[in-house]
């Protein structure tokens, strides 16, 4: 694993060199895991545009540091971002990136003010955002396995699901048999949306209880390694109505046609565009509000983002969800999501690989 976390260092010293930065120092804690496979709640790294990286965290993290990390200068410290600008300026850096989307303006008045003279501290964006959208096999496998955590897990509870049971026991069951099946916890609060509460796409489950004739919005995912999983699956428990039938035909035709607009060079907002305007010529346009799909990977949510009017182009190995819906107020909605890898060859004629492979049949329970 050292191996990989170099190569990213590498990818990232040569964008710094290129924006004129010295080094950068590096605090977002997803950041830090990404580019020393640390995974803590206090570290930073200073990485210089040309030398080796030196990595802080604290005594709690002190062995798995060492063990995990056998590759970097380690330096056990409770003030992890001051130690580093010392070495910085101790070094020659003058010219000091760092991350202005997550330092916060105490933190940033701090260091400014502990800095020697001379320093400057200069943002240096979404650079290391950006190299996370591409993903190296490794987080392929580890996506992948999250995903398949997910489905299985997803399908164990299918049983349980019937009128009388509450919303927030179908969600602590998935969560459960996620974790009996190796995940190290879920990736984020699962969501079951039943009947009318389906017309809030990030329902909180609640004491509600099954009836007969709902429709049931499950969205849920494993955590493996620091890699997510999200899957959305709408099921159908008792009669299906013909509204029902008709928003679930719509979303399933939306979400194969944003998949299939997938592939390596596409417009992130393209691919929405793909999905959504199905919805919006059948006259649902203001019922479905949110983006089409969104990067996953260390983070639930991350780059690329699929939204209307996008700019970004999918790059190979993108794992990005596709998951278009419909939510009636008062009525019930439909969510279909899946999480998938984005290859050079990928589009119409062979598209991008699903991870999450659950049928996208209405599924009536
Ligand atoms: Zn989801
Ligand atoms: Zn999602």
């Known amino acids: 694993m050292p191996k990989i976390h170099a190569a990213r260092r590498a990818a990232l010293a040569q964008r710094l060199a290129a ?12 950041n830090v895991r990404y580019l020393t496979g640390l995974a803590s709640s206090n570290a930073a790294v200073l990485l210089p545009a040309d ?30 971002e001051s130690v580093l600008t010392e070495r910085a300026v101790a070094a020659g850096a003058f010219t000091v990136g760092f991350e202005a989307q997550e330092m916060t ?24 955002e ?14 992948a396995a999250a995903c398949a955590i997910t489905g299985e897990a997803f399908t164990a509870v299918l049983d349980m699901i019937r009128p009388g049971v509450t919303e927030r026991q179908i969600a602590v069951a998935i969560e459960r048999a996620m974790v009996d099946l190796g995940a190290e916890a879920p990736a984020f609060d699962t969501i ?11 329902h909180v489950p609640g004491q509600r209880e099954v009836r007969s004739g709902d429709l ?25 109505s013909a509204w029902q ?13 944003g998949v299939a607009a ?9 691919v929405d565009a793909a999905s959504r305007d199905l919805i919006a010529d059948a006259g649902h346009d203001e019922h479905f509000e949110h983006g089409v799909g969104h990067g996953v990977g260390l983070q639930i949510h991350e780059a690329p983002w699929l939204g209307p009017g996008r700019a970004g182009t999918l790059q190979d190995r993108a794992v990005v969800t596709i998951e278009p819906g419909i939510y009636l107020p008062d009525m019930g909605g439909v969510r279909i999501e899946d999480t998938l890898v984005v290859r050079a060859g990928s589009g119409a004629a062979a598209p991008a690989e699903p991870l999450t492979t659950i049928s996208r049949e209405l599924l009536v329970l």
């Open 245 to 257: 039938r008709e928003i679930y035909d719509l979303v399933a035709g939306a979400q194969a046609a």
């Open 262 to 270: 997938l592939a390596v060079g596409a417009v992130a907002g393209d």
């Open 105 to 128: 303006v105490a933190r940033h008045v701090d260091l400014v003010a502990s800095a020697a003279d001379g320093l400057s501290l200069v943002p240096i964006g979404t650079i290391i």
């Open 51 to 80: 030398g080796p990286a030196v990595l802080a965290t604290d005594s709690r993290y002190a062995g798995t540091a060492q063990r995990e990390c056998s590759d970097l200068e380690i330096v056990i410290e409770r003030a992890v």
């Open 130 to 143: 950006d190299l996370r959208a591409v993903k190296d096999e490794s987080e392929i496998e580890l996506v």
């Open 192 to 202: 079951v949306a039943s009947g009318r509460n389906g017309a809030v796409p990030h």
């Open 19 to 30: 924006i004129g930065a010295d080094a950068a120092l590096i605090t977002d804690l997803v």
């Open 216 to 240: 049931i919005t499950i969205d849920c995912g494993a955590r493996v390694g620091g890699y997510h999983a999200d899957m959305t699956r709408t099921v159908a428990v008792g009669p299906v």
